[in-house]
């Protein structure tokens, strides 16, 4: 019998609440983060504990059938991939930010300047679609730190609570995008692990409207 293969974040936001799900659709999931690989007990599937950037690369190759991952990942690296369903967890922003004391207040504003972040595909989409030029310095993390370093005059990142932003003296100026944890399956899959994808997004809809 065929078994679905499904990646999960290996460690970070997601993670938790990603198993978290899947046990309330009854699935139960041998162990923990140790193993890069796991076994469901009781429904034809195994997940793959993965970093999240190299997932949306997994889905188009094929070598996961589908994934639970953050929106913002696939905006930025697999606009090629569907989403299933919206799991209304790990909510999040992605935004432009600035120090407190720059007089930038909008996008506009960072016109010919330098922007650190780790979402170079969507901070160029939409410099694009709003007519502004401006330099990008890729980092993979920390991106916060890069303004206090005289590296950016501004950066895009997630902002979930807001934290970050605040301990490095930042503020918001443009929320580009909202972003949740969504299901997402891989172009590639067979009809038999769709049909098997189907079963458990009959579960996931049922557990999510009890959440409501
Ligand atoms: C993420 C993200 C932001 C922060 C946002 O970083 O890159 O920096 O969380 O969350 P907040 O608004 O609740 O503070 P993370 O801590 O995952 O580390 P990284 O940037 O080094 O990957
Ligand atoms: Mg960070």
Do not use: W
């Amino acid at each position: 019998m065929s078994k679905l293969k499904i990646a999960v974040q290996k460690s970070g936001r997601l993670h938790d609440d990603s198993l978290k799900i899947l046990k309330e659709i009854g699935i139960s999931i041998d162990n923990g983060k140790d193993q890069l690989k796991a076994s469901a007990r009781n429904f034809p599937l195994e997940i793959f504990y993965l970093r999240n950037g190299d997932i949306p690369q997994y889905l188009r190759d094929g070598v996961v059938d589908a994934a639970i991952i953050g929106e913002n990942v696939l905006i930025e690296k697999g606009g090629d991939i569907s989403i299933v369903e919206r799991l209304g967890f790990s909510k999040c922003k992605v935004s432009i930010a600035v120090p407190k004391s720059s007089k930038a207040s909008s996008l506009k504003d960072l016109d010919g300047k330098r922007i650190a972040t780790s979402y170079p595909n969507t901070v160029n989409q939409f410099l694009e679609q709003e007519g502004i030029s401006a330099q990008l310095h890729i980092i993979n993390g920390s991106v916060e730190i890069a303004p206090n370093i005289g590296l950016a005059d501004g950066i895009c990142d997630i902002v979930s609570s807001g934290s970050t932003l605040f301990k490095n003296g930042l503020k918001e100026i443009q929320v580009l995008l909202q972003s949740e944890a969504v299901l997402a399956t891989s172009p590639a899959i067979s009809e038999e692990n769709k049909a098997l994808i189907d079963k458990i997004q009959f579960r996931l809809k049922s557990v999510l409207r009890g959440r409501e």
